[in-house]
C-alpha cells in the first residue's frame, strides 16, 4: 500500500481546486469499504464520493494518469468480492443518481450507474414501463453494478438478464476518455482498435471451441469468464454492450447506461406455493411448472422455512405455509386474461397432485404477493442466524445447469457435500436452474478454510460435467477467476487474459477479478489472524454467545443502504446523510474490524464515528433479515466504554427519570429543572421543553390478574393516560388494576448504565412477584417492550424463568384493546372531527418489535373509515438524541425525510410514544394526540 501512497496524494492535489465529491483515506473509509456481501476484506488505497457525473470522470481520468487501481462501486452488495481491493474506491451510490430520460414510447431510459433499480421503477410505473431484471437487492442495487454482474433475479425466464436489455453505455477507457458503445452507435478510434483487435481474438476456431466449453445454449444465466458467445453478431459486428454486462468493472468504468424497457407484467397475477415433502421432489414439480410458462419459479427449502419462524420481520410472511414442507415451490403468473391465469392455476395443481409430488398448496394473489417475495429475498439474511462461527458460505451458491438436469445435480452435489460432512442450504432461482446453495462452514479455521476450497473445486467439475456455468448471476469476483482454467481451459483463459490485457493494459480497472485473481482463500474476512475477545459482557447475548457473535450476523448483504423512497423505517440514519458509516453494515464492518484484534480499543475515533447516530430505533432487528440489533450492540459499547469513567451527563440521562419519579411523589418543581439543565446537558435552544406533570395515579388493585403497567415516561409526562385507558376498559367491562409506576430501565438501556439497568430489573421482578400477575398493559412502547427485549438479556440466570413469565405477559394497551374491542358504533365525536382523516405514526419499537398496526384496527372497529398508518419511518427525537444541540440537525433531518412531509393539514395526528409527539410539537407545531386519548374522546368517557 505504501508505495501508492504518493501517487493517492498527487492525484488529490491534481484534482480541480472546486473538486465536486469527497475524498477520503481515514481510517474509518477504510474500514467501512474493505468489504462487500462476500466472505472477503481488504483494505482499499482510498474512497471517492464523487457528487455529480463530471466529478466522476475527473477522479477516474487523474487515476488512471497516475497509475492507480479503481474500484467502481455501487450498493456494495456483490457477493463474490467484486469491489474489494486495493486500490482507490468510487463510489457512484450516493450521488450519481439521476434518470437523464425516459423515452416512453420508444421503452428505453438512459439512466447515471448510481440509479437504484427500484427507485427507477417507482418512477417508470407512472408510464406503465418496468426495467424487468432484478435481484433480492433491487431496494438497494444500482444500474452500474447490475450492469458489472450482469444481473437477473427471480423473474429471469422471463426477461433474461441486463445483457438482455442494454442497448447503448458510455465509458471511461483506458484513454480516460469517454466513449460511446452500442449496436448502431459509429465507434470512434479508441472503439474501433478494440473492435478490431477483439475480432481477431474470435476466429472460427476459437469460436467453435467456446462453443464446445462454454455453457449449454438454454442456460441463460450464465456469468462465470467473459461473455465472448454473445458479442459477435449475425452480421459480423460485434456488440460491445453485451461484454461489458457481466465485466465487473475490469474493462472500463460506466458513466451513463441506456437500457431496454418492458411493459407492466400482466395484470392478473398470482402465486401458486406448492408444498413438497423434499428439495428432490420441488424440483421435479418445477420441471412440470416450467411447462406451463410461469414468469418466475422459486426454491425455498426447510433449512430457510425454520429461519423464519423466530425472525420477527418474517413470522407475519408464514401465513401460506401449510404443515411442516421440506421444500417450497413458489411458481408466479402474469396473465392479461383471467381465465388463462386460472387455466395454468388449475392445471398445474392438478398435474402435480397427479404426480404425487405435493402435500399442499396455497394460492397468493393482491398485495399478499409480495409478503411471499418478502420471505423468499429474505433468504440471504437469514442464513447469517445460525449460532456459531459456522454459517452458510457463499461459495459454490449461484451454480446453473439446464432445469431438467438440476434434481440429478442436486443430488450429486448433495452427496459431494455428504462425503465431507457438511450440508447446504437450497433456494433461489429453480425456474432458470439456478440455486444458491450454501455449505455450511466454519471461515475462522483452517479446516473450514481449506474445505471452502475443496468444495469449490469438487464442485467446478460437477458443473462441467452437466456443462452448466459456475455462476449463474453473482460473478467471478474474487471467488471463481481462478476455476476459469478448470472449467474452459488453459485457451480460453488465456483468451481473457487477452481481453482484459487490450481494454485495460495496465491493469487499472478492477484488478484481481475474473483474470489474474488472487488464490480463493486469500484476504478471506476472517483470517489466520483472527482473535476472539475476551469482555466480560453487561448483556448475557445468550441467543449469539457474545457481542462478537451479535456483530458478525451482518453479512454486508446492505438491507440497512435502502433510500427514504423505499417502505419501512431501516436506516434512519443512513436515509438522511446516505453515508456508509451511518448504516448499520458500516457500524457493523467497523466493530467486527475492531473485536477481531483480540484486545480491542472500543472507544477508539472510528468507532465513535460510526455509532454517533445511531438512534436505537431496532429497524434493524425487523427489517434486516439476519437480525442484526444494533441498538443493544451500541448499548453494549457505551457500557463497555463507560463503565468505569461514566459521565455526570450521562448519569444524569440515564437516572433522570427515575429522579423525576421521586421528585413527583414529592411534589416538587421537576418543571423547573429544565432550563437549569439545557447548559450542562448541551440541550438544543431550539428544543421546547418536556411537560412535566404532577398528577397523581392511584393504586388500583386487581381481582382478575390484569394490571395496568405505569413506567416513567408515562408517570412523569402523561399521568393521564393510565387513568383514561383504565376508564376504557372499565367501559368494557373488565376488571383491570393500576401498579406502583416502575422505572422500565429504558434510559439506563440506551446510555449504556446497564449494570444500573440490571439493579432496576431485578428490582422490578421482585416487585412484580408480589401481584398476582396474569396480564400487564404497557402504555409508552420503548419501556414495555423492554421486558420482551432487554430484560430478558439482562438479568441474571436466577431471574431468567420470572422475567420469561412476565414477557409472556406483557402486551401494549393497542393489542389488549383489540382483543376485548367489539363494533360500538358511530364514534361520539363532533360530525367535523370523525370526518377528519386520521393519520398514525407507530413508534419505531412497536414497529419493530410488534409490526401489526393495531390502533388502525380499533378505530376502525370504533366507526372510523378513513384511518391510515403512515409508512413515516423514524421521527428522528429518539429520547434525549433528539434534544441534544450536536444531533439537532441530524434528528430534525430523519423527520423531514419520511414522517413530516406525510402529514397532512387537515388531519387528527395520532403518536403513542412520547418522543414522537414531542418531535411534532418542535418541528410541525403540531399536537399529536395519543391513541388513548383519542379512543378515550371517542367513547365520550
Known amino acids: 500500500m505504501s508505495s501508492k501512497i504518493p501517487a493517492l496524494k498527487s492525484i488529490r492535489s491534481e484534482l480541480s481546486k472546486d473538486w465536486n465529491g469527497i475524498w477520503d483515506n481515514s481510517a474509518l473509509a477504510i474500514g467501512l469499504y474493505a468489504t462487500d456481501a462476500s466472505v472477503y476484506s481488504e483494505d482499499p488505497l482510498a474512497v471517492a464520493i464523487p457528487k455529480d457525473i463530471d466529478a466522476f470522470k475527473e477522479v477516474v481520468r487523474v487515476a488512471l494518469k497516475h497509475k492507480t487501481p479503481i474500484i467502481p462501486r455501487g450498493a456494495g452488495t456483490s457477493l463474490a468480492g467484486q469491489v474489494v481491493g486495493n486500490g482507490l474506491v468510487v463510489d457512484s451510490s450516493k450521488y450519481l443518481k439521476k434518470v437523464i430520460e425516459i423515452n416512453a414510447k420508444e421503452k428505453y431510459?438512459?439512466?447515471?450507474?448510481?440509479?437504484?433499480?427500484?427507485?427507477?421503477?417507482?418512477?417508470?410505473?407512472?408510464?406503465?414501463?418496468?426495467?424487468?431484471?432484478?435481484?433480492?437487492?433491487?431496494?438497494?442495487?444500482?444500474?452500474?453494478?447490475?450492469?458489472?454482474?450482469?444481473?437477473?433475479?427471480?423473474?429471469?425466464?422471463?426477461?433474461?438478464?441486463?445483457?438482455?436489455?442494454?442497448?447503448?453505455?458510455?465509458?471511461?477507457?483506458?484513454?480516460?476518455?469517454?466513449?460511446?458503445?452500442?449496436?448502431?452507435?459509429?465507434?470512434?478510434?479508441?472503439?474501433?482498435?478494440?473492435?478490431?483487435?477483439?475480432?481477431?481474438?474470435?476466429?472460427?476456431?476459437?469460436?467453435?471451441?467456446?462453443?464446445?466449453?462454454?455453457?449449454?445454449?438454454?442456460?441463460?444465466?450464465?456469468?462465470?469468464?467473459?461473455?465472448?458467445?454473445?458479442?459477435?453478431?449475425?452480421?459480423?459486428?460485434?456488440?460491445?454492450?453485451?461484454?461489458?454486462?457481466?465485466?465487473?468493472?475490469?474493462?472500463?468504468?460506466?458513466?451513463?447506461?441506456?437500457?431496454?424497457?418492458?411493459?407492466?407484467?400482466?395484470?392478473?397475477?398470482?402465486?401458486?406455493?406448492?408444498?413438497?415433502?423434499?428439495?428432490?421432489?420441488?424440483?421435479?414439480?418445477?420441471?412440470?411448472?416450467?411447462?406451463?410458462?410461469?414468469?418466475?419459479?422459486?426454491?425455498?427449502?426447510?433449512?430457510?422455512?425454520?429461519?423464519?419462524?423466530?425472525?420477527?420481520?418474517?413470522?407475519?410472511?408464514?401465513?401460506?405455509?401449510?404443515?411442516?414442507?421440506?421444500?417450497?415451490?413458489?411458481?408466479?403468473?402474469?396473465?392479461?386474461?383471467?381465465?388463462?391465469?386460472?387455466?395454468?392455476?388449475?392445471?398445474?395443481?392438478?398435474?402435480?397432485?397427479?404426480?404425487?409430488?405435493?402435500?399442499?398448496?396455497?394460492?397468493?394473489?393482491?398485495?399478499?404477493?409480495?409478503?411471499?417475495?418478502?420471505?423468499?429475498?429474505?433468504?440471504?439474511?437469514?442464513?447469517?442466524?445460525?449460532?456459531?462461527?459456522?454459517?452458510?458460505?457463499?461459495?459454490?451458491?449461484?451454480?446453473?445447469?439446464?432445469?431438467i438436469d438440476l434434481p440429478a445435480y442436486i443430488q450429486e452435489f448433495n452427496v459431494a457435500l455428504q462425503k465431507r460432512n457438511l450440508s447446504a442450504v437450497h433456494y433461489a432461482h429453480a425456474g432458470s436452474g439456478e440455486l444458491h446453495l450454501r455449505p455450511v462452514l466454519d471461515l475462522k479455521s483452517d479446516a473450514g478454510r481449506k474445505a471452502f476450497f475443496d468444495i469449490a473445486m469438487d464442485v467446478a467439475l460437477l458443473v462441467k460435467k452437466y456443462r452448466g456455468a459456475l455462476s449463474g448471476e453473482h460473478g467471478d469476483g474474487r471467488l471463481r477467476g481462478y476455476f476459469i482454467k478448470t472449467m474452459y481451459g488453459e485457451r480460453i483463459y488465456k483468451l481473457f487474459q487477452d481481453v482484459k490485457r487490450l481494454w485495460d493494459p495496465e491493469h487499472l480497472f478492477n484488478p484481481g477479478k475474473i483474470v489474474e485473481t488472487p488464490h480463493p482463500i486469500e484476504n478471506l474476512r476472517f483470517s489466520v489472524h483472527y482473535h476472539k475477545p475476551e469482555l466480560n459482557t453487561g448483556f448475557h447475548f445468550r441467543q449469539f454467545k457474545s457481542l462478537q457473535g451479535a456483530v458478525e450476523l451482518c453479512n454486508g448483504s446492505g438491507d440497512c443502504v435502502k433510500s427514504e423512497i423505499i417502505a419501512g423505517t431501516l436506516c434512519p440514519s443512513y436515509q438522511a446523510t446516505k453515508d456508509e458509516k451511518d448504516s448499520t453494515r458500516g457500524r457493523a464492518n467497523i466493530l467486527r474490524r475492531t473485536l477481531a484484534k483480540g484486545n480491542p480499543d472500543l472507544n477508539n475515533p472510528e468507532l465513535k464515528k460510526a455509532l454517533e447516530y445511531c438512534i436505537s430505533c431496532k429497524a434493524c432487528k425487523r427489517e434486516c433479515p439476519s437480525n442484526v440489533d444494533m441498538a443493544k450492540i451500541k448499548a453494549e459499547v457505551s457500557y463497555q466504554n463507560s463503565k468505569n469513567s461514566f459521565k455526570l451527563a450521562q448519569w444524569a440521562i440515564s437516572r433522570g427519570y427515575g429522579v423525576l419519579l421521586k421528585a413527583r411523589a414529592l411534589r416538587a418543581p421537576a418543571s423547573l429543572l429544565f432550563p437549569l439543565l439545557r447548559g450542562p446537558l448541551q440541550i438544543s435552544s431550539k428544543r421546547s421543553a418536556p411537560n412535566f406533570s404532577f398528577e397523581a395515579i392511584p393504586f388500583i388493585p386487581s381481582k382478575s390478574g390484569i394490571w395496568i403497567y405505569v413506567d416513567e415516561f408515562t408517570a412523569v409526562e402523561s399521568p393521564k393516560l393510565v387513568i383514561e385507558l383504565q376508564k376504557i376498559t372499565q367501559f368494557l367491562k373488565l376488571d383491570v388494576g393500576i401498579l406502583p409506576p416502575f422505572e422500565s430501565a429504558r434510559s439506563a438501556i440506551s446510555m449504556g448504565d446497564l449494570k444500573h439497568a440490571k439493579k432496576l430489573i431485578h428490582n422490578n421482578i421482585n416487585l412484580l412477584k408480589k401481584y398476582e400477575v396474569n396480564e400487564l398493559i404497557g402504555i409508552e412502547p420503548s419501556a414495555y417492550l423492554g421486558l420482551k427485549e432487554e430484560w430478558l438479556d439482562l438479568c441474571g440466570d436466577n431471574h431468567l424463568k420470572l422475567c420469561q413469565e412476565l414477557a409472556g405477559k406483557i402486551k401494549g394497551y393497542d393489542s389488549f384493546l383489540l382483543e376485548h374491542f367489539s363494533d360500538h358504533g358511530t364514534p361520539k365525536f363532533n360530525d367535523l372531527e370523525s370526518k377528519k382523516p386520521i393519520q398514525i405514526h407507530e413508534h419505531c419499537h412497536h414497529k419493530a418489535l410488534v409490526g401489526k398496526p393495531q390502533v388502525q384496527e380499533i378505530l376502525k372497529i370504533l366507526g372510523y373509515q378513513e384511518v391510515e398508518t403512515l409508512d413515516s419511518g423514524c421521527c428522528g427525537m429518539a429520547g434525549f438524541f433528539g434534544y441534544q444541540k450536536k444531533n439537532y440537525q441530524i434528528s430534525k433531518a430523519i423527520a423531514n425525510n419520511k414522517l413530516l412531509p406525510k402529514i397532512k393539514q387537515d388531519s387528527v395526528l395520532i403518536a403513542a410514544g412520547t418522543s414522537c409527539r414531542h418531535q411534532i410539537k418542535d418541528l410541525k407545531n403540531r399536537k399529536a394526540l395519543h391513541p388513548i386519548t383519542f379512543i378515550h374522546r371517542t367513547l365520550g368517557l
Open 109 to 403: 431510459a438512459w439512466v447515471e450507474p448510481g440509479v437504484v433499480r427500484d427507485e427507477l421503477n417507482f418512477e417508470l410505473d407512472k408510464h406503465g414501463l418496468y426495467f424487468g431484471p432484478e435481484t433480492s437487492t433491487t431496494n438497494r442495487c444500482t444500474i452500474g453494478g447490475m450492469i458489472g454482474n450482469n444481473s437477473c433475479g427471480s423473474r429471469s425466464i422471463v426477461y433474461g438478464s441486463v445483457r438482455n436489455h442494454l442497448l447503448e453505455l458510455k465509458f471511461i477507457g483506458a484513454d480516460g476518455k469517454e466513449h460511446h458503445i452500442g449496436r448502431g452507435i459509429k465507434p470512434d478510434p479508441f472503439v474501433e482498435n478494440l473492435c478490431n483487435k477483439l475480432k481477431g481474438f474470435l476466429d472460427d476456431q476459437t469460436l467453435a471451441e467456446i462453443k464446445a466449453v462454454y455453457p449449454k445454449s438454454n442456460i441463460s444465466r450464465r456469468n462465470h469468464g467473459y461473455a465472448l458467445d454473445c458479442v459477435l453478431q449475425e452480421n459480423g459486428e460485434l456488440d460491445l454492450c453485451k461484454l461489458f454486462a457481466g465485466s465487473e468493472g475490469t474493462l472500463g468504468v460506466i458513466t451513463q447506461a441506456k437500457i431496454n424497457l418492458s411493459p407492466l407484467p400482466g395484470k392478473h397475477q398470482a402465486l401458486l406455493c406448492l408444498m413438497c415433502s423434499s428439495v428432490d421432489f420441488a424440483l421435479k414439480t418445477n420441471i412440470s411448472a416450467l411447462n406451463y410458462n410461469p414468469t418466475a419459479s422459486e426454491l425455498i427449502d426447510d433449512n430457510i422455512i425454520r429461519c423464519t419462524e423466530n425472525q420477527i420481520g418474517q413470522q407475519e410472511n408464514r401465513f401460506f405455509i401449510k404443515g411442516n414442507p421440506g421444500a417450497i415451490l413458489v411458481v408466479e403468473f402474469c396473465e392479461e386474461e383471467e381465465n388463462i391465469l386460472e387455466q395454468k392455476l388449475n392445471g398445474l395443481t392438478k398435474e402435480v397432485v397427479h404426480l404425487g409430488l405435493i402435500a399442499d398448496h396455497s394460492i397468493v394473489q393482491g398485495d399478499d404477493m409480495n409478503r411471499v417475495w418478502n420471505l423468499r429475498k429474505a433468504g440471504l439474511g437469514l442464513l447469517s442466524n445460525i449460532p456459531g462461527d459456522a454459517k452458510p458460505v457463499a461459495v459454490v451458491e449461484d451454480t446453473a445447469v439446464d432445469p
